[in-house]
């Protein structure tokens, strides 16, 4: 523990010899990195199928980890270390799909397709058209396509978007998301939602794919989409077309609804896949006769996004293709598996340590979430997280190292400082974040989230294990087990200090977000948009992103100039994480921001 002031001034390498000496053993080095490489091998491999929640990939990486929690003599809570619990992986379409009016009969997924938020109904009703489905009483932007015409039980047939789509400031565009809109829509009445696409919205009068969007809420109407062809052949009778409605709508800007005299059976049928998985837990009780009865857990998050595709995570959604997360997040599992090692061999724990491989951290948090609702100890006695995510790609020549949640306890950053054996340290206060201690901060419980990084590999199909620095992992790994002992061994628990928000934020509608940077309004830069500042303390600054960064994409989506910066981010909400490539002296870099 920590009994001066002095700071630590050990070298990386002066660290490594240091800590092989356990209890008169020589653990050899070369040992250790190469454990770290066969776990990261094989979480990694083709194999596990890029460990998507609930697939068989999952289920054998979970046997994987406990196996490895077993061989080191840890104590296995739970079902044997495996703490199950259940969520929505994927939807699917079920097999009751239909679609007809007159002697008109329609086919799934050429014709309609419906949503995954959909609810399995029939309903036979007339379509009454309700341009973009706003209703919006803000000041001076008054727009209420429902004025005027009664919708109760009816198919309410509505455009996507919204009437000023290319202006990257519309001021519509918090009312345009579809979810928002079946909501206004069911509160007028509505007892069934079809979207369609103007050519402005989709020049190409085509589907858009069905995926989950990562939100098990469904709504008790049946929600379809359907081709524009379709859509005119419900408005025939009315003598309009999806076109001119559009382009009506635009120009005047003006709600222009209407009941088509047409009515329309149709059924939904949309399968939620509920899939099993685990946590996997396991305990090396304390030394201490008293402080045993207090917990350190020490974590990471073993899923991945499978083969990608759209409402994965994958920032290449024109690409199937296993995405094996070496480095998110087997290295990090690595790292747990190198300091239960060492602390097994070390038996200098004075409080208990709690080793966890979280699952289902890419789906949101739902592993972690579902540990803190459902923990092996009492939370109040757990004093302090440990979070590795990504830990991978430790440059050598360049060791920087990044750690949140310093603020979380007011001895956290002395700490980090006097055991620090050279890392250039980047320490971000904040016990919110994008990855399992988020879930630990909002139970006041002090956080450390130690990560080297994102790059251009994050969340795509090439961050494979032949890229990491194992090494590094390593070196890593020594430093957090430092960091965990003296914690463990301190007299007094941190003192947990509020850093971040813990409000829960509202997801109805888009937000208006922004970095909170100064681009390069001019475009003298052609490549992407060129950062001419940024505001200390606002998502940005906190992220990492300087003054002279060229943004070139955003969640993988290119970005040329201003325009496509401004309606990349109008895409977005408040509190959400999303990535943002940024060329930075000539070479690419992926920065996580949270908005």
């Keep these: 523990m920590i009994r001066t002031s002095i700071k630590f001034t050990f070298s990386l390498v002066t660290m490594m010899i240091c800590s092989s000496v356990v209890f008169g053993q020589v653990q050899s080095e070369q040992g250790r990195i190469d454990k770290i490489r066969n776990v990261i091998e094989y979480l990694a491999s083709d194999e596990l199928g890029g460990r998507k929640s609930g697939e068989p990939g999952d289920s054998l990486s979970a046997m994987y980890i406990r196996k490895q929690f077993s061989d080191l003599g840890l104590q296995l809570l739970f079902n044997q270390g495996l703490q199950e619990f259940s969520l929505i992986s994927s939807v699917e379409m079920g097999v009751d799909n239909h679609m007809s009016f007159n002697d008109l009969k329609f086919t799934a997924k050429e014709d309609f397709l419906p ?83 103007g050519p402005v919205f989709n020049e190409k009068d085509e589907l858009q794919g069905m995926f989950y969007d990562k939100n098990s809420s469904t709504y008790d109407v049946p929600v379809l989409q359907v081709t524009r062809k379709v859509a005119d052949l419900i408005l025939e009778k009315s003598g309009s077309t999806i076109a001119e409605l559009e382009g009506y709508l635009n120009k005047n800007l003006m709600p222009k609804s209407f009941d088509s005299g047409q009515k329309i059976v149709a059924q939904a049928d949309v399968v939620l896949k509920q899939v099993n998985t685990y946590n996997i837990v396991a305990m090396l009780p304390g030394t201490d006769p008293i402080l045993k009865n207090e917990y350190l857990v020490i974590g990471a998050h073993y899923d991945h996004l499978g083969v990608g ?6 920032r290449v959604l024109d690409t199937l293709a296993v995405h094996n997360g070496a480095d998110d997040n087997a290295s990090g599992v690595s790292a747990v598996i190198s300091v239960a090692e060492r602390a097994v061999l070390s038996g ?70 006097l055991l620090n054996p050279g890392f250039e340290l980047s320490l971000s206060g904040e016990g919110t974040g994008p990855s399992d201690h988020a879930a630990f901060y909002m139970q006041d419980i002090p956080v450390f989230f130690i990560s080297t990084g994102a790059h251009p590999d994050y969340h795509t ?31 007094e628990r941190l003192t947990f200090n509020e850093a971040g928000s813990k409000a829960r934020r509202s997801t109805r509608g888009r937000m208006k977000v922004t970095l909170g940077v100064m681009p390069d309004f001019a475009g003298q830069e052609k490549n992407g948009l060129r950062i001419d500042a940024v505001t200390k303390g606002k998502p940005a600054y906190t992220a990492g992103i300087l003054k002279g960064d060229i943004i070139t994409a ?42």
């Design 348 to 417: 200098s724990n004075r409080r208990s340590l709690i080793f966890v491989a979280f699952g289902a951290e890419e789906m949101g948090l739902v592993g972690s979430t579902y540990f803190t609702a459902n923990p092996p100890v009492d939370l109040k006695n757990v004093i302090a997280m440990i979070n590795f995510d990504m830990v991978g790609r430790l440059d050598p020549n360049a060791p920087a190292l990044s750690i949140g949640g310093t603020k979380t306890s007011l001895e956290t950053e002395e700490i980090l400082e």
């Design 115 to 197: 949503y995954s938020f959909s609810g399995n109904n029939s309903l036979s009703a007339s379509v009454a058209f309700a341009g973009y489905g706003f209703t919006i009483n803000k000041d001076t932007l008054q727009w209420d396509d429902f004025q005027g015409i009664d919708v109760k039980g009816k198919w309410v047939l509505l455009l996507k978007g919204d009437p000023d789509i290319n202006n990257p400031s519309s001021p519509f565009a918090l009312y345009a998301e579809e979810r928002y809109k079946v909501l206004n829509a069911i509160d007028h009445g509505a007892a069934g939602v079809i979207f369609t696409g």
């Design 309 to 314: 595709g759209p409402g994965s995570g994958s």
């Design 554 to 595: 955003i969640n993988g989506n290119k970005v040329g100039n201003i325009y496509d910066y401004m309606n990349r981010m109008n895409t977005f909400e408040e509190g959400q994480t999303i990535s943002i490539d940024v060329m930075r002296d000539g070479k690419p870099l992926v920065l996580i921001v949270q908005l």
């Design 461 to 491: 199909p090439d961050d494979d294990a032949d890229k990491l620095k194992y090494t590094g992992i390593m070196e890593v790994s020594n430093y957090a087990w430092r960091i965990i002992e003296e914690i463990s061994g301190r007299d």
